[in-house]
């Protein structure tokens, strides 16, 4: 093998691993890949094809001439190219249009170039796809010293992009996580509160038209302090968020009773009635995240019957016993509307979920609706 081969191909898996390990994403590290790749064969075209999962392989990057038409370009499972992304051994011809093995599925925009050769891009069971390097057609054939370096380059830089795509794919999966985690308490905690202080003024608002009414000025300072409740729960998630140690920017244990009633109260003013309340257990020290997800299901089963429901009565029964807390929501209105968005009580079954509990809805227009969450409770 020639040295100063070997000591370019060392540069560039050292320079490829750099890259792909740094935090730059797969896709920007392919181009970096098919450019070293062509400068080791001294090649005038570099591509990396990706397998699917039907055999057929895609040029995912590509460097030297045509580069812009490639790009997307889809050859057969029986091309060499995607014989070698399965994982079979580098394929060499002298000239990609004429060798039996590779002639009959050459593309017209490749049929340009001569010397062909393609190394897997990857080793064992990482193998990605094929590296592939071309010269114009009449070249010089690719040496054996250059075939040996090409295949130990592709092998080694697959390797490196695949562990890559893990870390990066481990760390947007955690992003994902945390930004649906932020969205769903933004949707049943803050947004709710919003709906129901924004419900209150407007009701203030037309009632203001025809005259003032007694008990308006109440209204408003409750809208208000409901208001000024959400800014302070925004600061808190703020505050948690930030915080190098989660756990200990837990609040405390919540007066679920309380909670409760606040809720009520609110669904009251927005539906013109009281709903019917009833509280059984010791709810007055149940902790916070516990407490978070029951106030969630609550006003979000009190937001639909208050939206869609038409319901002139409403049940609300909160309990504590052994196993945990159950809550259950009744309305005797025209159930869930057919087509309307279900995002908060898809939100409450994935909060269920993920705490170990149970929720389901049962809807009719006959029967009303029944909105149910339990949720275990440490012991």
């Known amino acids: 093998m020639e ?36 400068e080791l064969a001294e090649a005038d075209l570099g591509v990396v094809m990706v397998r699917a999962d039907d055999g057929t392989v895609s040029i995912e990057a590509a460097c030297g001439d045509t580069t812009q038409t490639l790009v997307g370009l889809v050859l057969a499972p029986e091309s060499a190219a995607g014989k070698v992304a399965r994982g079979g051994e580098t394929v060499v011809a002298a000239d990609v249009t004429t060798d039996p093995r590779t002639a009959p599925y050459v593309p017209d925009e490749l049929k340009r170039f001569g010397p062909f050769a393609a190394a897997p891009f990857g080793a064992g069971g990482r193998v990605l796809g094929a590296l592939t390097v071309y010269r114009r057609q009449g070249a010089e054939p690719f040496s054996a010293a250059t075939i040996e370096v090409l295949t130990a380059f592709a092998a080694q830089a697959g390797v490196v992009l695949a562990l890559a795509e893990g870390a990066n794919a481990r760390h947007r999966v955690t992003l994902y996580q945390e930004r649906e985690r932020i969205a769903r308490e933004l949707h049943d905690v803050i947004v709710q509160r919003l709906y129901a202080a924004g419900m209150q003024l407007d ?166 609706t029944l909105v149910a969450f339990d949720l275990p409770l440490p012991h």
């Not at 703020?238 to 609040?251: G, I, K, N, T, Y």
Request: proline residues 5%.
């Open 3 to 38: 040295p100063t081969l070997a000591a370019r191909a060392l540069s560039a898996a050292t320079e490829i691993t750099t890259t792909a390990l740094s935090g730059d994403e797969p896709s920007a590290v392919l181009g970096s890949v098919v450019a070293r790749a062509a």
């Open 203 to 368: 009701r203030v608002r037309r009632r203001m038209r025809k005259r003032f009414a007694q008990g308006d000025a109440e209204r408003l300072g409750e809208a208000v302090d409901q208001l000024d409740q959400t800014i302070e729960e925004i600061r808190g998630t703020v505050r948690a968020l930030r915080s190098p140690d989660p756990e200990h920017a837990q609040a405390p244990a919540t007066d679920l009773a309380e909670s409760a009633n606040g809720e009520v109260r609110i669904a009251g003013e927005l539906l013109g009635f009281p709903p019917t309340l009833e509280l059984s257990g010791d709810l007055g020290d149940i902790p916070a995240e516990g407490a978070d997800h029951i106030r969630a299901a609550l006003r979000e089963a009190l937001s639909n019957v208050v939206r869609h429901s038409g319901a002139s009565e409403c049940r609300v029964t909160l309990s504590r016993d052994g196993e945990g807390v159950k809550l259950r929501v009744r309305d005797n209105g025209s159930g869930v509307p057919q087509g309307v968005a279900t995002r908060g009580l898809r939100h409450l079954s994935e909060r269920a979920d993920a705490a170990g509990g149970k929720f389901f809805v049962n809807s009719s227009p006959s029967m009303g």
